[in-house]
């Protein structure tokens, strides 16, 4: 028998939260600032629905386990998401955009 993914898994039932069918007016955030999320996640996040940072950051514990609760709670995309859409800018999304490590490398 497989373990659970992490105690939001074992302990919440799944609940799919509220998705968009295309980015909001502007554009999608760039989900690559979340750490743990790099071109083909953040690709990924934008098919199931999730282009901005507060759509992320009001997941409650039963949507984090619809999505899949072990990335995004080790990584804390909730807390960095909550920042991020404030306007706000977190270690990681300070140093992602400097390094230039999701440059386009073609």
Request: aromatic share 6%; charged share 35%.
């Given at each position: 028998k497989a373990e659970p993914k992490s105690k939001a898994t074992e302990l919440v039932e799944e609940?799919?939260?509220?998705?968009?069918?295309?980015?909001?007016?502007?554009?999608?955030?760039?989900?690559?600032?979340?750490?743990?999320?790099?071109?083909?996640?953040?690709?990924?996040l934008n098919e199931l629905g999730f282009f901005h940072f507060d759509q992320?950051?009001?997941?409650?514990?039963?949507?984090?386990?619809?999505v899949d609760a072990g990335r995004i709670e080790r990584d804390g995309w909730i807390d960095q998401a909550k920042?991020?859409?404030?306007?706000?800018?977190?270690?990681?999304?300070?140093?992602?955009?400097t390094d230039g490590r999701y440059?386009?490398?073609s």
């Open positions: 609940k799919a939260p509220e998705t968009l069918t295309a980015a909001r007016e502007g554009g999608a955030d760039d989900l690559k600032l979340l750490k743990g999320v790099g071109p083909k996640l953040e690709q990924t992320i950051a009001k997941w409650t514990e039963a949507e984090v386990a619809w920042q991020l859409a404030s306007g706000e800018e977190t270690e990681f999304a300070k140093s992602a955009k440059k386009d490398k």
